[in-house]
């Protein structure tokens, strides 16, 4: 009788911990994983704000995602608040394309954007943040905080990620820090849709663009501007030269990484133009650009920007460009 009661008391353990495991939570990252795992298509939209020296850019953010006959589409717009001026990147079957309104003109890239490296922006970037070890997960009220440590390549200040989700494993905010903790980037998504209905023709390539002025762009009177970023370089001439009726001011910066940047306003075009681009497509969040080995050029607050350097990494031009700042030369 008391052998009956031990292999009863045994059998109800094993049942009890069997519930157990089958009611208990699942780990988040599994949750979300096998919540986006299948989807073929999603919208995001939402507020972000970048730190820049002293300076906060607003932005308004649109994520469209689709994946059609086993090829990914991807559509992102982020659109300049202050400046009302839209920059988009689309990823179709043909390329990789940066749409610039402002400019009345469509770039054309090769490569493997965006999944080259981590955009804070895409659903596909978290799941991979999520997967890294050391990833801290802690449940809240209204869903998850997700904290990690994160590596953004052309993004040198970009060192901890934190991400709210709610209970459905749906991404409501994140944010980024540098390595003193102190706020690079806020995001807050005010739309999420996992089943927006999206088709092949909601990323296709526009023949003729709107032209777009900027409201408040930097004038030919605010040139030079100055990068906060210098690796230990200081600038030691400053020359302005006429090329084709626009104004190019060369900035030439001396130290152990010997550095050139030629800015100008940027020039639109009276019709639109695509321009097939050599080189990589240089993806830094808010500065897109194009690298070419010894150099890099973007457009920033309707400032073109080239820098030339035969000791700078792509990731430095990158700092050095996304650091530039309004700073008039007296």
Known sequence: MKKKAIVIAAVAVVLIAAIFLIFRDKPFNQQFRETTAGLTSYLLEGDMEITKGEDIKSYALSVKYLKEQEQDYFRVSLTD???????EIIRNQEGVYVITPSLNQIFKFEGNWPTNSLKPYLLQSMGEIMDQDGVQVEKTADGYR??????Y????NFNVQEM?????AKIQYLEIFNADHVSQLKLSFTKVDYAPGLTVEDFAIPDQLEKQTAATGAMEADLPL??????????????VLENGGSLQHILEYSGDKNF???EQIAQSEETTQTVIMSGDLIDAVTLLGQYDGTQMTTVIDSVQYTIYSEELSEQEMAAVLSSMQVVVMK
Do not use: C, G, R
């Open 260 to 262: 050139t940047i030629v």
């Open 164 to 168: 709210l989700f709610d209970a459905d």
């Open 153 to 156: 390549p052309n993004n040198h």
């Open 226 to 239: 100055l990068p906060m970023e210098t690796y230990d370089a200081t600038l030691t001439n400053s020359s």
């Open 81 to 87: 608040k202050d400046l009302n001026q839209e920059q």
């Open 146 to 151: 997700v904290s990690a440590t994160v590596t």
